[in-house]
């Protein structure tokens, strides 16, 4: 990847660790928390309207359940890696498992996004009151296998966001140790479709709840449990 503070490309490395295919679903999140915060009802689509920390409180409690070690700390939001639990994606690692995006033609067939305009704030008010998030799976996986890395609900990751956008580690950066905002990736149901070639990287404050942002699951793989050789991460 290339540092945008030097321009200079740098390698970094990434721990095994395995992803979920799709985001965390309000039925799976009503399981584990027996609370159902969305917006636009359905089991089986994404959750949403969830903070960063309901994010990590339902990693932990779903580690639990299942027999896991948790990896948060609930007070501090530190992560331990190192546990077999649930957890955030790094962003690092979300940007590896979303791999190479699918040309811009074939937005439609990977991506619920919005429209192309989305500076038009009378358009934007009507779009969200006839369109919404799509159930998961619903669209074409990307070549990885995961659905829905572009559009549908951004996606909290671990990091907060650093305004340098520096690398300052090769294995595993996590980003800056403390900020005032989290991370999002990936865009949402209303996010631009003019943006297909850019970033769709945001952030929000974590204890923050908006309609358009939910989180997609990770762990960590241990030695005895590795990926194919020459990859770094498989699917959940």
């Given at each position: 990847v290339t540092d945008p503070t030097t321009g200079i490309a740098v390698s970094v490395r990434l721990s095994a660790f395995a992803v979920a295919r799709h985001e965390v679903t309000q039925g799976e999140y009503m399981r584990?928390?027996?609370?159902?915060?969305?917006v636009h009802k359905g089991d089986d689509l994404p959750v949403e309207n969830v903070s960063w920390w309901d994010a990590i409180r339902y990693c932990n409690l779903r580690s639990i359940a299942e027999k896991l070690e948790p990896c948060y700390d609930l007070v501090t939001g530190r992560c331990d890696r190192s546990k077999n639990g649930y957890r955030l994606l790094t962003n690092a690692e979300w940007t590896y498992a979303a791999g190479k995006r699918a040309p811009r033609q074939d937005a439609a067939?990977?991506?619920?996004?919005?429209?192309s305009d989305t500076k038009d704030t009378a358009?934007?008010?009507?779009?969200?009151k006839t369109h919404g998030t799509k159930?998961?799976?619903t669209l074409q996986p990307n070549e990885q296998g995961l659905y829905d890395t572009i559009g549908n609900v951004w996606e909290?990751?671990?990091?907060?966001?650093?305004?340098s956008e520096a690398i300052a580690a090769s294995v595993d950066p996590v980003g800056?140790?403390?900020g005032v905002a989290r991370m999002l990736r990936g865009g949402s149901y209303v996010s631009t479709t003019s943006s297909w070639g850019r970033d769709y990287s945001s952030s929000l404050e974590p204890d923050r709840r908006s309609p358009y942002t939910g989180f997609r699951v990770a762990r960590s793989l241990?030695?005895?449990?590795?990926?194919?050789?020459g990859e770094s991460w498989r699917l959940l």
């Open positions: 584990v928390t027996a609370v159902h915060p969305s067939k990977y991506a619920n996004l919005g429209p358009l934007l008010i009507q779009y969200t159930p998961v799976g909290w990751v671990q990091n907060y966001q650093d305004p800056p140790d403390w241990p030695a005895g449990d590795m990926p194919p050789p």
